[in-house]
């Protein structure tokens, strides 16, 4: 029964690294008020979204991989010359500023480095001559966010770093073991 449990757990949660995994609408059951899921991953009109990071790249619904910082936008993706947090600047910010139809937010995934407030109110500063509002976070909570306004229909972009370290949690290991000893192939006596 406990084994059930942590497998239940292991398919319901969410790997910090893969913001979204795969497309199906799903039943829960049948009949008056019929509860479904729909995973935004696949669905053609929610645009680019990322599904997966590591200290390489990314990894987007295309299956399109990008290696090294990005500049990911609800249908095209750039690479951000960039090398880590350091190298933001006015000049590298640039792009976004002269976009049309203008952004509404910028979500600026810094890896998993550590910002300060000067840092930070440099950006936020920067990106409001143009009213542009911005968002500094890490890697791991930019992914989501960009994810989530994206499907929204909002008019987004974002630029991320892919972090230098990665966490791995309870969840990431029994994943592993999951997708490795093939839980669900019968053994034929």
């Not at 799903?26 to 599904?51: F, H, M, Q, W």
């Not at 910082?69 to 095209?76: C, L």
């Not at 008019?155 to 991320?160: F, G, I, N």
């Amino acid at each position: 029964m406990q084994s059930l449990l942590r497998l239940r757990t292991a398919f319901r949660s969410t790997i910090s690294k893969s913001i979204c995994t795969s497309h199906a609408t799903l039943s829960a059951y049948e009949g008056d008020g019929r509860t479904s899921v729909s995973i935004l991953n696949k669905e053609a009109d929610a645009g680019l979204l990322i599904n997966s990071f590591s200290q390489v790249g990314f990894r987007l619904s295309n299956d399109m991989k990008v290696i090294g910082p990005m500049a990911i936008f609800p249908r095209s993706v750039l690479s951000w010359n960039v090398e880590d947090h350091d190298d933001i600047s006015e000049e590298s910010l640039s792009l976004f500023t002269a976009l049309e139809p203008k952004i509404d937010i910028l979500i600026v995934g810094i890896g998993d480095q550590q910002t300060t407030p000067a840092f930070t109110k440099k950006i936020i500063e920067f990106m409001k001559k143009y009213r542009i509002n911005v968002e500094v976070l890490s890697t791991e909570q930019a992914c989501a966010t960009f994810n989530f306004l994206n499907a929204e229909g909002r008019v987004v972009a974002a630029a991320l770093i892919p972090p230098v370290t990665l966490r791995i949690n309870e969840d990431d290991l029994m994943r592993t073991h999951i997708s490795t000893s093939r839980p669900f192939q019968l053994d034929e006596k």
